[in-house]
């Protein structure tokens, strides 16, 4: 029989079946057969040998505790080797019910308000066992039912029709019904600016208004066509929160402890810039089917704890002290690896890691120059040198998981020689000292380190290398966050190259972030002159249909490319996971969010 | 003298508030001038995708682009009656902030103190008795040494050694006793060498006096000569450093809670800075001023209680400090 080397999906088991002796032996005859979701086809892997040792598995839970476990792990150890199996097999035959496991995060954010935190790095982990969503996107991009089982929307994309799971209930007992999904509707879209609640910045601008038809279904209205509301339904901002709370002032909102989420954790407790326990809510009953598990969590509790020092996070979870660590250094992966221990780079949907150049700003108002720039980056040095094999060759400018991306890496390929000849050709020619230059200036490019991605001056500082080959003259200005986000932005004199780190959840929205319409963010500062971009943009948020809309985003992707005012560097990663070997069965969500829903201790 | 004390303490009391009020006033420019602010901080995250327009109103909405005096006036008029607002940042009561986290950086300065005066004292009595050859000497060299390591490289070096190795203590769990306690150690040791410093020149000296000697040939032990009539004399000094040093910890313990993990006002300080979150600042800011200046005055009480010859209010008015200086050449007469 053939086997999978490590199985992410959780197997499915019956859900409700509380704990051991009696109904484990229950639990043995339903299990036939064990399914395993790996590598994206459902395929039965129990065999007949494996279901005997399971046998012997369970009959161990007569007794109790860390003897019970003690005396299981022996069984297994024992009886594999009998049968040739390897142990670490077995232990996957069963998902393990209870557990309570350590998730050590660099920071827990600012605030607790749902609308402003939702999208957070860092409380969008907590959010994610807290609340449901009315819809789930997984990894691919691929949207399925959560919350809301089906929908249907007009022609025109104008309309949508929500039909919501009944019986589902905020950890307050307020039902998760049509009245409370048109209130968080309301509040995402709008927020209470006055009071400090931010709208969420991605929800659909062209929101109308949504009614309650009846308790399960709902109708939300919008002023112009916005194929994306469905996938932005499945995005960090999209939060269900009890109607209670949202009504509530923003102080009190801002207590995680008062906040009522539908999903299949609660909070225990919390301190701020300290620590958020969660334990799992008994009656959850709703889980998004994608994941292959609907019922309770199999965990009892997940505490998010802060440790800001980097190496103390990772050593935590060397030495036992904690499960799973966030964001530690790159460099460190391929030893944590062979030490055993399960790294996760899970990919967000959005844009890749990229240069978003600056028309306005000369030379980047020549096309030879930016495509001398698209040819000059060799991609395959930066990951390297930077990071490691986890991190993928951008092949578009957004990233290949998303849907409707294409592969556009011959547009990207490195070709020193055809940037050199590019940049002769539009009069840079080479001094003395190996830099360009045109009407006595320099051939310059400055670049602003992405402050929201830690690799982003290593990543800058190799660019300069390899332009610097080419004749270009490179600064990197390295700023904090709020520096940043006060003197380098889009279109600016100043910034010749924007570092774009960005995810969003559905491909139509990109079109109008790049240009100027609709408050679009006009990043390459074409304003208007650009009409084929434009085209393309009203062609695409006017689309009725995915399959419609496909070669249209297609052709965005090329056309942005060999203009070059796009410059991609890799595919983005911006979390990082290191997980203890015992804890198996996660899932990472199209925010490349880690959600432990599904997930079990192995011994 | 009762009657002295009370309107030293008074006086000393009215200097407070307006150190207090001083720091609040200080604090606001301060972080009015640096650029930005904790709501368009958080509204420019890229992730976010607000344009430049929807910022702009959110600010308006916040009324955070009124002028800076108009602010300041707002919140020193709350501030005045006891109100120290909502958190820019996590839209919390500022009271209820500080209130969560007041009383672990209080169990760490305090075992830090009681840590680094131990030591202190350990180290100065080792340099007068020990003998010669069992490393006196290099016991006098403790105080530079610990000068010198920074309190973040000794709480690392912890932590790895006790924490990891040994798994005295979980690094989850930084408010456990044995975490408490290295902790308090890493931030300690700095302190008690500039303790054990003062401690050591004065000892010296004391040791050099002749009532010294004539204890030692009646036949007095060393640790009877050294509690009893050494030390008092050599205190004053200490007391002034050890109420200097208070501030030292308050200041430290932000780096040693971002090592250990805990979640005190330092890191408090610390994520407040990082997001410009003015009504918390100020008010820490205004807490630390007054816990400073409670300390000193605390100390300026003690001197007379020590040193019969320190007045708090003499002919000439002279400062505690003065007193003492005057005082010294007689006592070595």
């Known amino acids: ?603 | 003298m009762r009657h002295a004390y009370l309107s030293f303490a008074g006086k000393r009391l009215a200097q407070a508030a307006v150190v207090i009020l001083l720091a609040y006033v200080f604090t606001f420019i301060v972080v009015s001038i640096l650029p930005g602010d904790p709501v368009t901080n958080v509204l420019r995250n890229p992730q976010n995708g607000f344009s430049e327009e929807e910022i702009q109103s959110i600010i308006a909405a916040q009324g955070l682009d009124r002028p800076v005096l108009v602010q300041l006036w707002s919140s020193l008029s709350s501030f005045l009656t006891g109100d120290l607002g909502l958190s820019l940042r996590s839209s919390r009561p500022v009271t209820t902030m500080i209130a969560e986290v007041l009383p672990s950086t209080l169990t760490l300065a305090t075992s830090a103190l009681t840590v680094a005066l131990t030591l202190a004292v350990l180290i100065a009595y080792g340099t007068q008795f020990l003998p010669k050859r069992w490393g006196q000497g290099l016991l006098r060299g403790f105080p530079s040494l610990f000068l010198s390591v920074p309190s973040f490289v000794i709480g690392l070096v912890l932590i790895h050694v006790f924490g990891f190795k040994l798994g005295l203590f979980r690094v989850i769990e930084p408010d456990s006793a044995w975490a408490t306690f290295f902790a308090a150690v890493a931030l300690g040791i700095p302190v008690s060498a500039r303790i054990a410093e003062v401690l050591i020149a004065n000892l010296d000296q004391e040791a050099r006096q002749e009532y010294a000697a004539v204890a030692r040939s009646r036949g007095l032990g060393q640790a009877a000569l050294f509690f009893r009539h050494l030390v008092k004399p050599s205190l004053l000094p200490v007391v002034t450093v050890v109420a200097l040093s208070f501030g030292e910890l308050l200041g430290d313990s932000l780096i040693t809670e971002a090592v250990f993990g805990r979640n005190g006002v330092g890191s408090l300080v610390q994520r407040s800075v990082a997001t410009q979150d003015l009504p918390v600042l100020q008010a820490v800011v205004s807490l630390a001023a007054a816990v400073f200046v409670l300390v000193n005055l605390l100390a300026d009480l003690v001197y007379p209680l020590l040193d019969p010859r320190v007045t708090l209010i003499g002919p000439a008015r002279q400062s505690p400090t003065k007193a003492v200086e005057t005082a010294a050449p007689g006592a070595a007469a």
């Open chain 1, 1 to 603: 029989m053939q086997r999978t080397p490590r199985r992410r999906g959780p197997l499915l088991l019956p859900r409700k079946a509380k704990r051991p002796a009696a109904v484990l032996r229950r639990r043995i005859l339903v299990i036939v057969p064990v399914i395993s979701r790996s590598a994206g086809t459902d395929r039965p892997v129990s065999s007949h040998r494996e279901q005997a040792n399971f046998q012997m598995l369970t009959s161990s839970s007569l007794f109790s505790g860390t003897r019970r476990r003690l005396l299981a792990a022996l069984f297994a150890t024992s009886l594999s080797a009998f049968a040739g199996l390897p142990a670490a097999d077995l232990a996957h035959a069963e998902t393990r019910q209870g557990g309570d496991i350590v998730f050590l995060i660099d920071s827990l954010g600012d605030t607790w308000i749902p609308n402003n935190s939702a999208i957070s790095s860092f409380q969008g982990h907590i959010w994610g066992h807290v609340t449901d969503k009315l819809v789930y996107v997984d990894a691919e991009g691929k949207v399925s039912p959560w919350i809301a089982e089906r929908w249907e929307q007009n022609p025109t994309a104008t309309e949508f029709t929500l039909h919501l799971k009944s019986g589902v209930t905020f950890s307050d007992g307020t039902p998760v019904d049509a009245a409370a999904v048109v209130a968080n509707l309301d509040i995402w879209y709008a927020g209470r600016k006055a009071e400090g609640i931010n709208p969420i910045g991605l929800f659909p601008k062209t929101y109308d208004h949504a009614e309650a038809l009846d308790p399960v279904t709902v109708k939300v209205t919008f002023k112009k066509p916005t194929l994306g509301f469905i996938p932005t339904l499945g995005y960090h901002g999209s939060i269900l929160i009890s109607p209670k709370t949202l009504v509530q002032p923003a102080s009190t909102q801002a207590d995680l402890g008062k906040t009522a989420g539908s999903g299949p954790f609660v909070v225990a407790s919390w301190k701020e810039g300290d620590y958020v326990k969660l334990v799992k809510r008994k009656d959850y009953n709703w889980g998004p089917p994608a994941v292959g598990q609907t019922g309770p969590a199999n965990l009892d509790s997940i505490t998010y704890k802060l440790v800001s020092e980097q190496s103390l996070r990772v050593a935590a979870v060397q030495s036992g002290q904690a499960d799973v660590a966030y964001n530690p250094s790159p460099q460190e992966l391929k030893s944590l690896k062979e030490e055993g221990f399960t790294v996760a780079t899970p990919r967000y949907l959005g844009f890749v890691d990229g240069l978003a150049l600056n028309t306005k700003v000369a030379p980047y108002d020549d096309i030879k120059v930016r495509q001398a720039l698209q040819a000059g980056i060799n991609r395959q040095e930066i990951i390297d040198t930077v990071y490691t094999p986890d991190w993928k060759l951008a092949t578009s400018f957004i990233q290949s998981n998303v849907p409707g991306a294409t592969d556009h890496s011959a547009l990207l390929a490195y070709d020193p020689a055809k940037a050199e000849k590019l940049l002769d050709e539009a009069g840079w020619v080479k001094g003395a000292d190996g830099v360009r230059v045109k009407d006595g200036k320099p051939l310059s490019l400055t670049l602003h380190a992405n402050p929201y991605l830690a690799t982003a001056k290593a990543i800058d500082e190799l660019l300069a290398q390899q332009l610097g080959k080419l004749g270009w003259k490179v600064d990197i200005r390295a700023y904090d966050v709020v520096t940043f986000g006060e003197k380098v932005r889009y279109g600016s004199p100043t910034v010749p190259a924007y570092e774009v780190s960005r995810s969003f959840i559905d491909a139509g929205t990109v079109a109008g972030i790049l240009t100027n319409a609709n408050n679009g963010e006009n990043w390459f500062a074409l304003d208007e002159r650009d009409t084929k971009l434009n085209t393309l943009r009203d062609q695409i948020a006017g689309a009725g249909s995915v399959e419609a809309r496909a070669p249209l985003l297609d052709e965005l992707q090329a056309y942005l490319l060999s203009q070059a005012y796009f410059v991609p560097r890799t595919q983005m990663v911006q979390r990082i996971y290191v997980q203890s070997p015992s804890l198996k069965g996660e899932t990472y969500n199209g925010l490349a969010l880690a959600s432990y829903y599904t997930a079990s201790k192995v011994d």
